[in-house]
């Protein structure tokens, strides 16, 4: 069950706010956030686990919505590193790890 | 420590051939798996492996196969290429199974198939 993200594109200007959703029909045990660079590999964000537990990692935060089966991604004042292709996956279960087919950021002077 | 590993990074084949990539995880990790990703379709899940068994497998044909060793390092084989093959291949290694271990991508393998 691949899950939804939203936007599919986004387009900022250096110093804004973005939200990426993700979300899944079915209850969700995790969800994982990735970042993958044009022309390299994706690389871990964070994980989050149903409990509704919201993790951060400098002025990128994340939050799952068990409720909802439904997880954010905040990059806040977003600088033009934050540029990529942001994927949120998702294990329902003890199933396979299931991606998102991406959301592109551009981040613009 | 030395990340994930691939091999060949580009290869170019001709439908009908066949192709083994392989992956060598990062030191210590004992799961390994592996994604197709295309344009537009994101990253499709082929296999997942965790001390030479197979733990999960995703919707592909059985053309695609794979296998891991002893030593973690594993591989993977498409027989009978065909033109939507054409991906890049990436492998992950993780050091527990499933889900809750965040993953750690190698660069990739370029496959075209012609």
């Known amino acids: 069950q691949q899950p939804v993200q939203s936007p599919q594109a986004v387009i900022l200007r250096e110093g804004e706010d973005a939200v990426i959703n993700c979300s899944s029909s079915?209850?969700?045990?995790?969800v994982h956030w990735y970042r993958q660079k044009h022309g390299e590999a994706p690389v871990f964000l964070m994980i989050?686990?149903?409990?509704?537990e919201q993790k951060g990692h400098e002025k990128i935060s994340a939050s799952f919505n068990e409720k909802k089966q439904q997880s954010s991604l905040y990059l806040t004042a977003s600088q033009l590193s934050y540029s990529g292709t942001y994927f949120c996956?998702?294990?329902?279960?003890?199933?396979?790890?299931?991606f998102g087919t991406g959301t592109r950021l551009t981040i613009i002077p | 420590k030395a990340g994930v590993t691939q091999t060949p990074r580009y290869l170019i084949k001709t439908r009908g051939q066949q192709v083994t990539l392989s992956c060598s995880p990062i030191?210590?990790?004992?799961?390994v798996s592996w994604y197709q990703q295309t344009p537009g379709q994101g990253l499709q899940f082929l296999f997942e492996?965790?001390?030479?068994?197979?733990?999960n497998k995703g919707n592909f044909p059985g053309r695609f196969s794979g296998r891991q060793f002893s030593n973690s390092r594993s591989e993977m084989n498409v027989s009978t290429l065909e033109l939507g093959d054409s991906a890049l291949y990436l492998c992950?290694?993780?050091?527990?199974?499933?889900?809750?271990?965040?993953?750690?991508f190698g660069p990739g393998t370029r496959l075209t198939v012609t």
């Open positions: 996956g998702t294990v329902i279960g003890n199933e396979k790890l299931t």
């Open positions: 079915k209850a969700l045990y995790s």
């Open positions: 989050l686990l149903k409990g509704g």
């Open positions: 030191s210590g990790h004992r799961s």
């Open positions: 492996y965790f001390s030479e068994t197979q733990r």
């Open positions: 992950a290694s993780s050091s527990g199974a499933g889900r809750a271990y965040e993953q750690y």
